[in-house]
């Protein structure tokens, strides 16, 4: 889905840590990448199911992405949709899934800002992945 408002930025992959260009190669990287914890990696599949479950994790992957140090300003629908490459009707409905489910809390700042909060996500990840043993036990 191209957009005539926002462009994707290139980076030089050669800039990035070694590690992150030997696990996915330099040409996936030229836009940048999006870390993904490894505790949610494990319950994925249980936060993220049903008919809509990737586009869930696409739309979680495109806050992730927009979440910055310092951060002025909240991304607005239609720049999720930018990066996430949906239309802004399907973003905006699954925020809304997002939401009833408690993954996310969002607060419209104006037309064009929203305030997003993952914090139900990461309350979830913890809960489904309690118990766990740590690395020191």
């Given amino acids: 889905m191209e957009n005539d408002i926002f462009s994707r930025q290139k980076i030089n992959p050669e800039t990035l840590p070694r590690a992150v260009i030997a ?71 699954i925020l809304d899934e997002l939401k009833n489910d408690g993954l996310v809390a969002i607060e419209e700042k104006n037309v064009d800002e929203l305030d997003i909060s993952i914090g139900g996500l990461l309350a979830r990840i913890a809960t489904l ?6 690395p020191s036990d």
């Fill in 23 to 93: 696990k996915w190669g330099a040409d996936a990287l030229v836009e940048g990448f999006v870390p993904v914890p490894k505790r949610l990696l494990r319950c994925m599949n249980d936060i993220f199911s049903g008919p809509d479950a990737i586009e869930r994790l696409m739309v979680v992957m495109a806050i992730a992405d927009y979440r910055r140090p310092n951060l002025t300003r909240g991304p607005s629908r239609e720049f999720l949709a930018f990066l996430c490459g949906l239309s802004v009707d399907r973003v905006t409905y």
């Fill in 129 to 134: 992945t309690a118990g766990e043993r740590s």
